[in-house]
């Protein structure tokens, strides 16, 4: 009888070596450095203090609350380490952590779930075998309540959630079939371009036709030629992934801007040709924001505008009594030029905001937000570097700007507000739940004010 059971454990210690050599394999683990690349893991789960990719700690604005990104190094006091495969899996299909620690979508495993086996594996084993442990804990993501009852997030799964693998995981490199992969999984581009319904989640039938990312719109990406990107080629979509920019249509800010600079900048050149080559085949959808026919505008000698003379020695260092033109001729005409056409060497190193998606699209956010902001995105040996106004120029300062620039180089008829402006820094825009989110925590937090007192009175009344 006890031969058999060594025999058996013995086995057992062949298989459990088996799999450990499986997992340290080099190249399972080189794979799964590429798809957490891919998968842009260390946009949300950097450290803002160390830099180090994978530590925890990146906050994440939402209108619930502060949300952030957490730990997963494999440190088994703050991070990973005691997961299992099993475990891990979990995460990704299910938005599960081990104790039925539910997650919330801001984690995308809404589209990696549709990962292969084999690239959760991969992932998992370059988390595990790649990665420095860290033991620096990430803060905790602490929600008012109702959002703080996580197992609300069961619910949303069995309505919204669909697990199912994506097939193309091994398709032809360069297809089609390998594009649809990456794009719904890894590059989860619908979540920021698909718009969401009531309850946040996405809406399947308008999948890529443009959505909301806080303050930025994240425009339509099907083949549509008003609303999307129907007149871009393969190679132009392929040109923008890699560098961020696409002179006279596109330039990556916000979100997008970190994307590629942390990943479709380092992706391989036949997976960013998949991507674009699926992208010119799903579905074409229109849309209310539509790109209007770009102007063509005449350079306005600085000597027409500046017109006028001053009352007092403030207003030639204050933007107030300036008119769009005169702030833009100031702060903005020594990089894109006078007429708005940027830098018109073969390099094109400073962009032309005539033919600019930002510019010409009816929805005026990713303009005001990329003059707010600014442009800080590294690819390569390039850095485009644009410096952020949202400190130096008052609202009404920068809807003068946005203004100009949008009527002058873009559509006349596409003005720019001060109420539009503050409506788009303050990110009012979204379902019902993101609009309405800071009123429900307050009455979440006085239903369980009230739960808590009668249930106080009645343990008294008890007690007597």
Not at 36 to 57: E, I, M, Q, V, Y
Not at 139 to 153: E, K, N, Y
Not at 292 to 309: H, K, N, R, Y
Not at 363 to 372: E, F, G, H, Q, W
Request: negative net charge; aromatic residues 8%.
């Amino acid at each position: 009888m006890r031969k058999p059971l060594l025999r058996l454990a013995a086995a057992s210690l062949l298989l459990a070596g088996a799999v450990q050599a499986q997992e340290a394999s080099p190249d399972l683990v080189k794979r799964g450095e590429y798809l957490a690349t891919a998968g842009d893991c260390s946009a949300c789960h950097r450290d803002p203090h160390s830099g180090k990719p994978f530590s925890g700690g990146y906050a994440i604005q939402s209108p619930m609350g502060m949300i952030y990104g957490s730990n997963i190094t494999p440190s088994k006091t703050a991070g990973i380490g005691n997961y299992s495969l099993a475990d891990f899996t979990d995460v990704m299909r299910k938005g599960k952590a081990p104790g039925n620690h539910y997650l919330y979508p801001a984690m995308p495993y809404t589209s990696f779930a549709g990962l292969s086996d084999e690239d959760i594996h991969a992932l998992y084993s370059y988390l595990m075998l790649g990665v420095p442990a860290d033991d620096h804990p990430a803060p905790a993501t602490d929600l008012p309540f109702p959002f703080s009852f996580r197992p609300v997030m069961a619910m949303w799964n069995l309505l919204f959630l669909d697990s199912k693998a994506v097939p193309g995981s091994d398709a032809a490199a360069g297809s089609a079939e390998r594009g649809e992969y990456l794009v719904r999984t890894l590059a989860h581009c619908s979540t920021c371009h698909t718009p969401r319904n009531g309850m946040m989640a996405e809406q399947g039938d308008r999948f890529l036709s443009g959505g909301k990312v806080g303050s930025w719109t994240a425009p339509n990406i099907t083949p549509d030629a008003q609303a999307g990107i129907g007149d871009w080629s393969e190679a132009e979509i392929v040109t923008y992934l890699r560098t961020g920019a696409l002179h006279g249509k596109a330039i990556a800010a916000g979100e997008m801007g970190t994307a590629v600079q942390n990943s479709f900048s380092k992706m391989q050149q036949n997976d960013l040709e998949a991507m674009a080559h699926y992208l010119k085949q799903v579905p074409a959808i229109g849309g209310v924001d539509r790109k209007a026919p770009s102007v063509a505008p005449q350079a306005t000698p600085l000597s027409a505008i500046e017109t006028g003379m001053k009352n007092e020695i403030t207003d030639y260092v204050s933007g107030d009594a300036m008119s769009g033109a005169q702030l833009y001729n100031g702060a903005c005409a020594t990089c894109h030029a006078s007429d708005g056409r940027g830098t018109h060497d073969t390099q094109r190193f400073y962009p032309s905001l005539v033919g600019s998606s930002a510019v010409l699209s009816d929805d005026p956010a990713n303009l005001i937000m990329t003059i707010a902001e600014g442009v800080d995105r590294q690819t390569g040996n390039d850095h485009a570097f644009m410096p952020e106004f949202r400190t130096q120029f008052s609202q009404a300062e920068l809807a003068k700007v946005a203004d100009y620039v949008s009527t002058n180089f873009g559509n006349p008829q596409h003005v720019i507000t001060s109420a539009d402006v503050e409506q788009t820094l303050k990110g009012e825009s979204g379902s019902w739940l993101v609009r309405y989110a800071h009123a429900l925590s307050i009455i979440g937090g006085v239903v369980a004010l009230l739960v808590i007192v009668v249930a106080l009175i009645l343990f008294l009344r008890r007690r007597k």
